[in-house]
């Protein structure tokens, strides 16, 4: 990939980010103080990836979705391409929290396919790697008071709607505080996991170059953050609440719990 | 000291009775100062729409029951209309009472609170008169306690034995916080109102009202100063609304499954109450079924209800032992104030004659040493606490016992006591 392409793909990227941070201000704050901002940065950075992904054709004589990299920066252009287009007909804002993340992630793995020269200072690398690990893990135990709230607000529902009361269920919590539990909770496990997601894909791409797409722990740590996206997005944009968000929370939790011990190995490295 | 507790209450007498020998709020100073009068050392007098009740407390050598004779005489001119439904309880009966009343399980609605209120307002009425201070005040103080800890170890007082407070519980389960919660009451049924009102009192700040005919609806608005909507116009604003009252004389359902799956939608499933106190109903029963709606008709509110009084008289098994622990503690604290007294008197009178022959035996011993003074001191001292310990610990023993009162006579003679 030339080198200008890819500068083009970085400064997309970094437009990018803006999105997701109007993303996890929407999720965590409940509302969407940076929108206008975020959507004016992603347009600007469609422009870019646009240059970038021709510059790329043109130097290739072909479409360039030649591996993985460039495969991700492709799709990320088209999601983004859509949702502008989704956006200018229908004026459906409320999938930015979905896409806004995504795109980021997507353009992020895409920027980096040249590889760059390691850390100079290994303390750099190894103190992104402890930031990573106390993220992610902030990111998890947050999302077992989201299952764990989403569970008492199913036993609770139920009891209201089968119109039972009796002491035991008179000591759950109400409804409403639950629900506010689970967004808070949502929302900032959601913030954790993907600052920790963010920097473990920096680390790992300047400390190992290309190979780490590779990894199979790099897989999971995706499927992970993606359910985990998706219950952002049905949580916010279409207000699922109850059975469903006890469901995908729970799926969200053992997915963690895969990619935990998927990482049971750099865990090991890091006590070295 | 002797302790009475005589009255009527909604167990024991009729209303016709009741409101016979209640004393309005502005005589009962006036009747305070009759019963001090007529020989009472303390008197408080509650005097409650379900209860009038005399506490008492007289030196031992007057009767108390003679005291309130009198005082029924003086003040109805008769005391035999109450007879067979005046009670007279005596000491510990009378304290233990006492304790049940404060804490709300002698009350017609087992748990409610207006009676601590009212017991605190009785005794706040005898402080000002100065007609409590000793016994009475030991006595009541610890009712208030007792209420207290009742109240914080059961739930008796959480659960709603009204159908509307029921339906204020219920809006609390599952909104938590009623604040900024938006009520629309659809009709004009009384029931809705009341319900209304309590939902507005606790928190629910924003009212809607619709009504067929809008004047009506304009009524009912200015209560909660609130907001009247034209009938046809609130299907359209039912999304905005979290609790809906429905006491409307519509002879079919005006809300159905279908009409709940749309605002249901429009509201981003956020969950929804649901209140149909209309006969017949005004919302069709599968509403219920829908996802974040909670549909309650006035059987199922009833059903609450009753639940909660069951609740309420498990709780109150409970306080019923709090109280009888308390009662027990609270004689225990007066029979050995009663003995205090005599082990003061026993211990006054030891101490005396060691004083006065320590100080013979030093006036014929004039080359003591002070540590030798010193010394015959401290070994006099403990002559006398140890003669002491025994009968003091019979006194403590033999208090508040049924045959203690020979045994706490036979010490004071031996020692010679006045006490």
Known sequence: ?????????????????????????????????????????????ALFHLVSIVEQGLAQHQLPVNDIFQTMSFCAFIITAAFLAIYYRYKAGSLSVFIFPLVFVMTLVGALRNPVSPWSNPVMGNTLLVVHVAASLAGYAALLFTAASAVVYLVQEKQLKRKQTNSFYRMLPPLGTLDDLISKSLGLGFAFLTIGMVIVIIWAFVGMGTRWIGEPRVAISFITWAVYLALVFFRVSAGWRGRKTAILSIVALACCMITWLAHAQLQKRLLQ | ?????????????????????????????????????????????????????????????????????????????????????????????????????????????????????????????????????????????RAFNVAKRVRSETGIGQMAVSVSYAAVELAR??????????????????????????????????????????SRAEDLAK??????????????????????????????????????????????????????????????????????????????????????????????????AIVFQEVEAMMSRLKLEQVTPTIISLQEQLEEIRAAEVLRTLRRMPGLTPEQQQQIEQMTKSIINKIAHGPISELRRNAGQPEGNQAIELIRKVFHLQH
């Open chain 2, 1 to 141: 000291m002797r302790l009475l507790l005589t009255g009527l209450s909604h167990k024991t007498a009729p209303v016709h009775l009741r409101e016979k020998l209640a004393i309005p709020e502005g005589s009962i100073p006036h009747a305070l100062q009759e019963f001090q009068k007529m020989g009472a050392s303390e008197a408080v007098v509650l005097s409650t729409c379900n209860r009038v009740e005399f506490l008492l407390s007289s030196p031992d050598h007057i009767e108390p029951g003679v005291i309130v004779d009198q005082f029924l005489q003086a003040w109805q001119g008769s005391a035999a209309i109450f007879d067979g439904h005046i009670y007279r309880l005596e000491s510990r009966e009378a304290i233990q009472h006492m304790f049940r009343v404060a804490a709300s399980l002698d009350s017609m609605v087992v748990g409610e609170p207006q009676i601590l209120g009212q017991l605190k307002a009785a005794y706040a009425a005898a402080k000002t008169e100065g007609s409590v201070g000793g016994l009475l005040e030991t006595v009541l103080t």
């Open chain 2, 173 to 214: 389960r599952i909104f938590g916080s009623l604040k900024g919660q938006t009520v629309l009451i659809i009709g004009s049924g009384k029931m809705g109102e009341l319900a209304a009102k309590h939902l507005h009192r606790s928190g629910a700040s924003r009212i809607w009202v619709t009504n067929r005919t809008l």
């Open chain 2, 223 to 320: 209560i909660f100063n609130g907001k009247a909507i034209e009938y046809t116009r609130f299907p359209a604003m039912l999304h905005e609304v979290d609790i809906v009252i429905a006491s409307s004389g519509a002879p079919h359902y005006i809300l159905n499954r279908d009409d709940m799956q749309r605002v249901i939608a429009q509201r981003k499933n956020r969950p929804m109450f649901l209140i149909d106190i209309a006969v017949p109903r005004n919302i069709d029963p599968a509403v219920n079924e829908v996802e974040g709606a909670f549909l309650y008709d006035v059987d199922d509110l009833e059903g609450v209800v009753n639940a909660n009084i069951q609740e309420r008289t498990k709780q109150a098994e409970q306080a019923e």
């Open chain 1, 1 to 45: 990939m030339g080198e200008s392409s890819v500068l083009w793909l970085r400064v997309a990227a970094c437009l990018y980010s803006i999105g997701l941070l109007d993303a996890i201000i929407t999720v965590v704050r409940r509302r969407e103080a940076l929108f206008r901002i975020a959507l004016s940065a992603f347009g600007l950075g």
